[in-house]
């Protein structure tokens, strides 16, 4: 199993949340959303430092430069989440060669499981391509017309969710978000883009407590796995 540096999109706003201020530094227990997050990544022996991509105007980043004793860098990210990833993979260091396997995690998504982590890196760095973390879709599928009525009900087999960590070769992944930047191509995770490129990423099943915060019920529901199991 290989080692892996880390790039953790955190430029964007979280508008949806309908904060005022941008959601991984939303406080739980008295700890911003991103401390959690970099725990459980750099806590992975496997881990080997993380590269966070703010906003150009950030200014609620703590300055943290290490964490579990592993390197945490920043670079400036762009308008999109894929702009900002495109800008964590050109900033790592150099020490970082084009074929070694990154991950790529959301900074808002701090309840990662060390096995999943530890099942992406085994199976992932196997595969001719990569992998990411997913969830099988378990809920009825409804297809809504324009008038909000039901006009189909649609079937869930084969249909996951796609969830973060996703991982891919430095250099692979790089390209693939700068061919999807160059044909306008709006890529919402990194695995659009290298399916986008003719790739087929592997599925490696996941918890789905493994939850994105977007909305303050979700924070509440981060609080709560806290207060059960305090860190």
């Given amino acids: 199993m290989a080692a ?4 953790v999109p955190a430029a964007g706003r979280g508008a949806r949340f309908g904060s005022g201020t941008p959601k991984q530094y939303l406080l739980a227990a008295g700890q911003p959303l991103l401390a959690y997050t970099l725990q459980a990544l750099l806590a992975h022996p496997q881990v080997l430092g993380a590269m966070v991509v703010l906003s150009p105007d950030d200014t609620d980043w ?16 762009g308008a999109t989440r894929a702009a900002s990833v495109l800008a964590g993979l050109q900033a790592l260091p150099d020490a970082v060669l084009a074929q070694d396997f990154v991950l790529v995690h959301d900074a808002a998504r701090p309840n990662l499981a060390q096995r999943d982590l530890q099942q992406l890196l085994e199976r992932g760095c196997s595969d001719p391509v990569g992998a990411i973390l997913a969830a099988p879709v378990r809920d009825t599928l409804k297809r809504a017309g324009d008038d909000g ?6 079937p869930r087999q084969r249909l996951w969710r796609a969830l973060t960590p996703q991982l891919f070769r430095r250099q692979q992944l790089t390209r693939a978000l700068e061919a999807a930047a ?40 981060f609080e709560f796995i806290l207060y059960q199991h305090p860190r």
């Fill in 149 to 154: 009525g039901i006009d189909a009900t649609e």
């Fill in 182 to 221: 160059g044909r306008g191509a709006e890529v919402t995770d990194e695995s659009m883009a290298m399916e986008l490129q003719g790739l087929r990423p592997l599925l490696v099943e996941g918890s789905e407590e493994n939850f994105k915060v977007t909305t303050p019920a979700d924070l509440a529901r």
């Fill in 4 to 7: 892996a540096w880390v790039v």
């Fill in 62 to 77: 703590p300055g943290w430069v290490e964490r579990h004793g592993k390197p945490v860098l920043t670079c400036t990210g």
